[in-house]
């Protein structure tokens, strides 16, 4: 059922050596591969095949969803809408993530629209990672959408990736947290040659006590481009806090814009940026440990990116 290719962007993208244990939904190639359901975690195919609905009761503890998305047909961009819907005290992880398998000239790609709807005092942390390989010149676009509702009480922990090869993506994401409810998005993307990222997140605060905190790490290396824009906005009592930073090799160009909205009196909102090189202490301390300049140099992005 799965070839070696799937298995190395499974392997990639999901961290899986074969099928995981629990609920999964494997999409290959426009198609879906394999899926399996638990007695908490429901999944049925959304629509015309174009994406799935995980259902998953409440208070489900301690339980996991895998759906990846493999591609390696040439000319196919792959369109995607993904619900969740996360029963009222649950916790649970859900892993996603799409790679691209490049074999010859023509171009391949995936859009992924994900909405998530927390229940009430849920607890989700997703992960999702992006990677594209091959020895095909094609051109290898990624282009995710992440909508989330969070109710009272609930927390979403989200760690978005891009490991390498993606030739274009173009990344948006919109949260909206209801009263005490908590959010901490982690990006981070690297880019290479002349590839292009854009990032565009919008985080609402509307309920009183509620907290988000969203970090971006961007490493633009060759003739890359990377964009990255943030709005947070408080419509309550609330706190919120944007953290981005980028590291420029070669050629490299930024563009980073965060953007706070206080519509409330008492809503605590700060940011913090920077755009820069790799410090030269830094390499130089690495050296002198018997490292070389390109080992040193990969060893910082890895703890940077981390």
Do not use: W
Request: aromatic share 4%; glycine share 10%; charged share 25%.
């Amino acid at each position: 059922m799965l070839n070696a290719i799937d298995r190395e962007l499974l392997k990639t993208v999901a961290d899986l050596e074969d099928l995981p244990k629990g609920a999964y939904n494997i999409r290959k190639d426009g198609k879906l591969l394999t899926r399996a359901t638990t007695a908490n975690i429901d999944i049925e195919t959304y629509g015309d095949g174009k994406g799935i609905i995980v259902k998953i009761k409440p208070h489900t503890v301690n339980e996991s969803v895998h759906i990846p998305v493999i591609l390696s047909q040439a000319g196919l961009f792959d369109v995607v809408y993904n619900r969740f819907e996360i029963g009222e005290g649950s916790d649970v992880t859900i892993i996603a993530g799409c790679g691209i398998h490049c074999g010859g000239p023509d171009p391949e790609g995936h859009a992924g629209i994900h909405e998530f709807i927390v229940g009430k005092n849920a607890k989700v942390k997703y992960v999702e990672k992006h990677f594209a390989t091959g020895p095909g010149k094609g051109k290898r676009t990624l282009n995710p959408g992440t909508k989330v509702f969070l109710a009272e009480g609930a927390q979403v922990e989200m760690e978005l990736t891009q490991i390498g090869g993606v030739d274009e993506a173009h990344r948006k994401n919109e949260l909206i947290l209801g009263p005490s409810s908590m959010a901490l998005v982690t990006e981070r993307v690297m880019t290479e040659g002349e590839q292009i990222a854009e990032s565009r997140n919008t985080i609402i605060l509307e309920g009183a006590k509620s907290r988000a905190n969203m970090v971006a790490r961007s490493v633009i290396k060759g003739d890359s481009v990377q964009n990255f824009y943030a709005v947070m906005e408080a419509q309550a009592p609330a706190f919120g806090h944007i953290e981005c930073d980028a590291i420029i090799m070669d050629r490299g160009r930024n563009e980073t814009i965060p953007s706070l909205k206080a519509l409330h009196p008492e809503a605590e909102l700060s940011h913090e940026a920077s755009i820069g090189k790799i410090a030269g202490d830094q390499l130089t301390k690495l050296m002198s440990l018997g490292l070389t300049f390109d080992e040193a140099v990969a060893k910082i992005i890895q703890g940077f990116l981390r």
